[in-house]
């Protein structure tokens, strides 16, 4: 039986479940061996998100075209995790527009991740505007404070430092330009 774990790790390629505009996609993220290993998604040559309806077809494209990073490799994981329905990780995009609750800690660990991958992406293609709503020290802080919280551990309850308002009001901004990013693949 096919192991998502095992094929993700090995290739280092991550089938991801993204949720945007309150429908299900999907997408690759991984490591660019032709690139010094730099994190990377799927994107179209305008530098676009590329989000597919469905994994199979996210991989049918993976397998019929060279024009994306890694290529060789990416098609090596496409051939092996085809059939696999579950996605290695699920990114919630829509988090990023809704009212942050405190004590929600599976809501702010989604924020965490998504601020992750949105950091990745604006990194891969160069988006200044997406990179400076991502620097903004009350942003900063925040993510500060849920690295503290969830990837360090240095609190057994989270904290936060930051105005609630002013951090929603920024995380809206990214989920705005993150929506002008995204290409969903027909």
Known sequence: MKDINFISEKYRKYLLEVLFAEQRYYTVFGADFTQNEIDKLL???????????LSTDLLS????STSFFDSGVLQAWAKEIWG???????INFD??????????????????????IVEDYANQVGDERLLALLSKDIL???????????????????????NTDVVH?????????????VNIYQ
């Open 140 to 162: 900063l802080q925040f993510k500060d404070d849920l690295a503290d919280y969830f990837t360090w551990s240095e609190s057994k309850t989270f904290r936060i430092s930051v």
């Open 61 to 64: 494209t993976i397998l019929k």
């Open 95 to 116: 988090v990023l527009k809704n009212t942050l609750e405190l004590k929600d800690t599976i809501l702010l660990k989604s924020v965490y991740d998504a601020l992750g």
């Open 43 to 53: 994107v179209d040559a305008d530098a676009n998100i590329l989000l597919f309806p």
């Open 169 to 181: 009001l920024s995380l809206k901004e990214i989920h705005i330009r993150l929506s002008e990013k």
């Open 84 to 90: 696999i329905e579950e996605p290695y990780s699920v």
